[in-house]
């Protein structure tokens, strides 16, 4: 039961940095490998056409994401879509092992992705205003680098989570309040020049 609540979290967390990143790793993983089963209706992702429709809405937001300004909007549009994104997962994963509640992995899905993915909507603004848009790119591409590696370590060693997750949380803290003080000094230097 603790290696698939960490799958479901392992993935559920990413899907609220990015939501087709972990939802294609968990297709791939039920059409390529065993390491995971999805049963009626969760497989129709690893269907033909379902890793058809991931792989073209994963260059839209992975393009969005990386442009000042667009990257809001994004993010405002995925605020609805990335924590049901988690909740499926949640749900896929609990029905492929029977060993989780469906629902309590749902809820599991949904809370991680949808805390993600408010943790990324309230630092973003503050990277925005602090390199002046010249951040955006960047903190997107390790946003979606933590994604891929985190949905894999998800699938292959969900066990290595029980280290990652926690030095995560602590190096996002660390980066939060980095940015928020950056952002204090510029609102100082404004409000001084103003």
């Known amino acids: 039961m603790l290696s698939v609540l960490l799958t479901t979290i392992g993935l559920a967390l990413p899907a609220g940095l990015n939501a087709w990143i972990p939802l294609l790793a968990l297709a791939l993983a039920d059409r390529l490998t065993n390491q995971i089963e999805l049963a009626e209706p969760y497989d129709m992702i690893s269907s033909t056409p379902g890793i058809i429709v991931i792989l073209m809405l994963l260059p839209i937001e992975l393009l969005a994401d ?8 994004s993010d405002v549009i ?5 924590p049901l994104v988690g909740a499926f997962i949640g749900a896929a994963v609990a029905d492929a092992s029977q ?15 949808a ?4 943790a990324k909507m309230s630092t973003r603004p503050v990277i925005t205003v602090s390199t002046g848009g010249v951040g955006n790119p960047i903190a997107s591409m390790i946003e979606d680098l933590i994604a891929t590696v985190a949905s894999v370590i998800a699938i292959f060693l ?10 995560l949380g602590i190096l996002l803290y660390w980066a939060w309040r980095r940015l928020r003080r950056g952002s204090a000094r510029l609102r100082s230097l404004a409000a001084r020049s103003g």
């Open 115 to 118: 805390s993600t993915h408010t």
């Open 78 to 82: 995925h605020t609805f879509i990335r």
């Open 66 to 73: 990386k442009l000042p300004g667009v990257d809001h909007v």
């Open 99 to 113: 060993d989780l509640n469906v629902y309590v992995a749902a809820l599991l899905g949904l809370g991680g992705a």
């Open 158 to 167: 969900p066990f290595l989570l029980l280290l990652m997750l926690p030095a």
